[in-house]
């Protein structure tokens, strides 16, 4: 019996034109342990490789599952939303919401031997103020600090020029790095940008060796004993070892696992998952993620999507509920507004079913906007020229079949109104530019802060925070309600004023399509225990709490 279960793992692995000499293939693991063991190594296969091993700089939510091995914050968030201690044992708020004070433990040293005090952790949030450390960091949530102040050793507090609401969740999750990485020697170095060994860290785990392409390497923390209370157990992690292996094409990562290459892995495509979910042989968990959902934000500053008409015109001509049934086989969840259904404590949802499909609208549109004619193709023209909509798609996050997604919303612009929505797949330099300059129709993306620190850096003027406004929107209603909401501590209101940008923005604007809300998803072998997601923002849990059967 367990002869022919190897086969057929071995058949499915086939399946996916993975080969079984490409690994080795291992024995199969023995029953599993009724209670955690400490040993062994995982190799966990990932879809993204990590543009930075800095935290600070990472803007990739796909590879945040590697540094929460190594980077942790203040304060751990519980799945309700709420707030316990990690590295620091409590925290206060003033009553007018501008003194943020924490508290340390006293027991905590970074992998590098320096101990965890207020001014370690005074340094961290200074150097990220400065723009040539954080870049366009600098302009968010951390530019309303003005002085963060060491106490005493266990002490720091942090005073801001105005009362500003999501400053609590910034700050309790801003990664510590040791203050050693921002020595003058090593700033003066692209090793504190670029991030490795020389970052650290109070993690359960340490960065032992990356091998760009192709894995990273992490090894136990023999000192680590200050697990927040949310993890599952304390003291060391369980693992000697876990190795991270990039294998960005899913049907590799598919086959790896069903072969036994790899013990565990994240990125599994809706039409995979009952490889995985119907068979006893693995575990299969997937979870929504916070934070803004993949969306098409239209720009509103450049081509034809300057119009309101044209922008209304391609959220009407899109069935997206067909295109998802399409793409995902039914695994993934409809969106419709500006952040996640996940965080509930701003999430409207009287935004769903408000607005959609329509292509009898969405032509009228388009006559109304002048595009009357027809090229040899079927594409609207006008003066000459075909109605274009270029989407910029960054090729770091083309993951969760992305591509295969924005070809069908590609061909339901063309077959329902005749609007040509070309894709362009760019690297990092090419989108940072196309970014910059406004160039672009759209830009395809999400990502997952909370507190609405999400809402803000799409919606805020690109000069004032709204790091990654898409779609340019400067409208002054925009900021007028994001700072009324920043401003005040009085929840209501702020949900009140968040639900009145959303429909300003998705319904009567038209600034962006959300399609889907982000999720991951992740499968192991029977012999590996412990994996989860993160409470509240349910993103991949880092491998403290995993452990593999003997």
């Known amino acids: 019996m367990v002869v022919s279960k190897h086969l057929r793992r071995l058949a499915v692995a086939a399946a996916f034109g993975v080969s079984i000499l490409a690994f080795g293939v291992r024995s199969l693991p023995v029953a599993a342990a009724d209670t955690p063991v400490t040993g062994g190594s995982l190799t966990w296969g990932v879809e993204t490789e990590p543009a930075t091993l800095n935290p600070h700089l990472n803007g990739q939510d796909k590879t945040k599952l590697l540094l929460r091995n190594v980077f942790e914050s203040l304060l751990a968030r519980t799945a309700d939303g709420g707030y316990v201690p990690w590295l620091a044992t409590g925290y206060k708020v003033s009553d007018d919401g501008r003194t943020y004070t924490f508290t340390l433990r006293d027991d905590v040293t970074f992998s590098d031997g320096q101990t965890l005090d207020a001014a370690a952790v005074v340094t961290t949030f200074t150097e990220l103020k400065d723009p040539a450390y954080s870049g366009s960091a600098s302009a968010g949530p951390v530019s309303h600090l003005v002085e963060a102040r060491a106490v005493d050793a266990r002490t720091v507090e942090l005073t801001l020029k ?59 923390n023999p ?49 995979d998952a009952a490889v995985f979910r119907d068979d006893p042989e693995f575990s299969y968990q997937k979870a929504l993620n916070t934070g803004t959902p993949y969306s098409l934000f239209l720009n509103t500053t450049y081509g034809p ?39 509930a404590q701003f999430y409207d949802a009287g935004i769903e079913r408000s607005y959609g499909h329509d292509p009898k609208q969405a032509n009228a549109l388009l006559d109304e906007a ?50 040509d929505l070309t894709i362009a797949y760019v690297d990092a330099g090419t989108y940072t530019d196309r970014r910059a300059t406004g160039r672009f129709g759209s830009i395809a993306n999400s990502n997952t802060p909370t507190d609405a ?18 779609s340019r929107a400067a409208a002054p209603e925009l900021l007028a309600w994001l700072r009324q909401a920043s401003a005040t501590l009085d929840h209501k209101t702020r ?48 491998a403290y709490d995993i452990w593999v059967s003997r």
Do not use: C, M
């Open 162 to 220: 105005d009362t500003y609401a999501p400053f609590l969740d910034f700050a309790a999750g801003l990664e510590i790095l040791s203050p050693s990485a921002f020595a003058s020697s090593a700033f003066a170095s692209p090793k504190l940008k670029a991030g490795g060994p020389e970052v650290a860290g109070t993690g359960p785990f340490i960065l032992d060796r990356y091998t760009k392409g192709q894995e990273i390497r992490f090894v136990r």
């Open 223 to 271: 000192k680590y004993n200050w697990a927040p209370p949310t993890a599952a157990h304390r003291g060391p992690a369980y693992l000697d070892e876990v190795t991270y292996r990039f294998l960005p094409e899913s049907s590799v990562r598919i086959g790896a696992l069903s072969s036994g290459q790899v013990d565990l892995i994240e990125g599994i495509p809706g039409n």
């Open 305 to 343: 999507t300057q119009d309101i008409r044209v922008r209304k015109a391609l959220v009407a001509a899109i069935d997206v509920d067909a295109v998802l049934r399409s793409v995902y086989r039914g695994e993934r969840t409809r969106a419709w507004g500006i952040t996640s259904p996940i965080d």
């Open 370 to 419: 002048g595009w009357t004619g027809r090229d040899a193709e079927g594409f609207r023209t006008k003066d000459g020229q075909r109605l274009s909509i270029e989407v910029v798609q960054a090729q770091a996050t083309v993951r969760d079949q992305r591509d295969v997604l924005l070809q069908a919303l590609q061909a339901q612009a063309r077959q329902q109104a005749g609007i």
């Open 453 to 470: 620190i999400d809402i803000e850096l799409h919606y805020l003027p690109i000069d004032q925070g709204g790091s990654i406004n898409y």
């Open 495 to 542: 949900f009140d004023l968040y639900g009145r940008l959303q429909r300003f923005a998705i319904v009567e604007q038209a600034y962006a399509l959300p399609l889907y809300e982000p999720e991951d998803q992740v499968a192991a072998a029977a012999h590996v225990h412990g994996v989860g997601f993160r409470p509240f923002k349910q993103l991949p849990e880092s």
